[in-house]
């Protein structure tokens, strides 16, 4: 019994881990819990203020982070193992190795709470708050940044939805902290704490009254046609397999499509230009350059002396070529990060170094819409997506997200992935369509709700019509103008506040 009450704390730092991985899509329905997410991180708090010891705090905020990152992007093990080629040991350590060393920034946030949390419950609550938060930065951030499956992501449904078009996903983890800081003291030394009981129902009801947020008037009605290849993943590189299925099939949806706007995925066509057989692309094109739609298709470009590009090309009537080049490229996948070439070139994949495109790419402008690409990714990252509302007169009107993560296999990843497009729609008020290899092909409108959807790993093309929309959500403004620096100011000087106040005279 004695050996059980020691581990305990351990074994609820792995459940908890894995329900907060849980809360961002489930396994079983690739849904977001958001209450799940809220609980999950609560129990940590209550494990966090039941410690004495700041390295106990710590490793247990890193062996819940380490089960939470390692839970949410297991399928990075597909990639590496199933398509890479590297041994399936190998790649389970690939994914635990990185999951452990990201899970140090909150490690670093519950040593700091255990060392200065032990106030009120307010008090406590924001100090674990504004860690969290910090924490949350860095992963986003540093090293170019991985904030895949952020805590934010599980209220892409829920009573904390509203407040995206305000302060975005991160500020969103912010106030879930909060919340979860408050219902951790619920258990605080064993014993209910009234405080937590009142004070986390009071948090959201002030979140539900926020003012509902409509940025702008909605535009014209656009229809798009959306095409999803479904090319096996082992075989879309292939000269003998894949290569010429996809020139084929997306060459004949190019030309047959009936909508305004038709979208082909990343890599829809898998060669460079000059690897095309002749006339390819002059033929692809010819439809849109003299007729009333027009296309916006993923492909590589560039050349061995100039660098290469993950690209979208736009062709419409009567203008130059529009062009697109992906500015956040993945690590491992499309650049090398130093000293770890040995890693890449232990796996199969075809890597390699890609130039970046700028921040804040002009949009492709098509029947009084302004549409913004970006490619697989890139949408992760809100605050560089904001890049393009520093104009509010040239602000994208409805963002085009063309990806193929068909690396990852018919996996969860999908269903997070759409969540991410979720709330970058919540964060502008502006609609998302997806067209991807293998999923998830979708029509967002501006609320964060999926109107149509294909099924994924099917063949074929999703139909519907998208309402752009102008003006600028709170969100928008203040990250095109400042990024992410409000809310690295907000977790230090809510840190700085709630653990150094200041003494009665």
């Not at 819940?64 to 990152?69: E, I, K, Q, R, V």
Request: one cysteine or more; charged letters at 15%; aromatic letters at 12%.
């Amino acid at each position: 019994m004695q050996r059980l009450r020691q581990l305990l704390p351990w074994i609820l730092a792995v459940v908890a881990g894995l329900a907060q991985a849980a809360s961002i899509a489930t396994p079983w329905s690739g849904q977001p819990l958001w209450w799940l997410q809220l609980l999950s991180l609560s129990m940590l708090v209550g494990l966090l203020l039941r410690q004495s010891s700041v390295r106990r705090g710590a490793l247990l905020g890193w062996l819940f982070a380490t089960c939470w990152l390692a839970g949410t992007w297991w399928w990075l093990f597909i990639s590496m193992h199933v398509y890479g080629g590297l041994s399936a040991p190998l790649a389970a350590l690939a994914v635990l190795v990185l999951a452990a060393f990201l899970g140090t920034y909150y490690a670093g946030a519950a040593a700091l709470f255990v060392a200065v949390g032990r106030r009120g419950a307010w008090q406590a609550a924001f100090i674990w708050a504004g860690a969290w938060l910090l924490a949350e930065l860095m992963r986003g951030v540093f090293f170019t940044g991985f904030p895949w499956g952020a805590s934010g992501y599980a209220h892409v449904e829920g009573p904390l939805a509203a407040m995206a078009p305000w302060i975005g996903a991160y500020g969103i983890a912010f106030v879930a902290a909060l919340l979860a800081g408050l219902l951790g003291a619920l258990v605080r030394r064993g014993r209910p704490a009234w405080h937590g009981a009142v004070a986390a129902p009071a948090v959201l009801l002030a979140v539900i009254a926020l003012p509902d947020v409509e940025a702008g008037q909605p535009g014209a009605r656009l229809s798009v046609a959306l095409l999803q290849g479904n090319i096996p993943q082992d075989e879309k590189f292939e000269q003998g397999s894949g290569i010429p299925l996809a020139l084929e099939w997306y060459a004949k949806q190019l030309r047959t499509a009936e909508a305004s706007l038709v979208v082909a995925p990343e890599t829809a066509i898998p060669l460079l230009p000059d690897d095309l057989p002749q006339g390819y692309l002059a033929d692809v094109a010819q439809r849109f350059t003299r007729g009333r739609q027009a296309a916006l298709i993923g492909m590589p470009l560039g050349s061995l002396e100039a660098g290469y590009t993950n690209s979208v090309i736009g062709v419409r009537q009567g203008a130059e070529v529009y062009r697109f080049d992906k500015h956040h490229l993945v690590p491992f996948g499309e650049f090398i990060p130093p000293l770890f070439r040995w890693f890449t070139d232990l796996m199969r994949i075809p890597l390699g170094d890609f130039n970046r495109g700028a921040v804040g790419q002009p949009s492709f402008e098509w029947q009084g819409q302004r549409l913004a690409p970006n490619v697989c990714y890139e949408d992760l990252f809100g605050e560089e997506l904001a890049a393009r509302f520093v104009d509010p007169a040239r602000a994208p009107t409805i963002f085009v997200n063309v990806s193929n993560i068909g690396w990852f296999g018919n996996t969860v990843a999908i269903d997070q992935h759409l969540h991410i497009s979720r709330m970058r729609a919540l964060e502008f008020q502006r609609p998302v369509i997806r067209a991807t290899n293998t999923g998830a092909t979708a029509i967002i409108d501006h609320r964060g709700t999926v109107t149509h959807l294909l099924p994924r790993y099917t063949r074929g093309v999703l139909t519907g019509e998208v309402q752009g929309r102008e003006g600028l959500t709170p969100f928008a403004r203040w990250a095109s103008t400042w990024g992410l620096a409000p809310l690295w100011l907000v977790g230090a000087l809510v840190l700085l506040a709630a653990a150094f106040p200041r003494r009665r005279r």
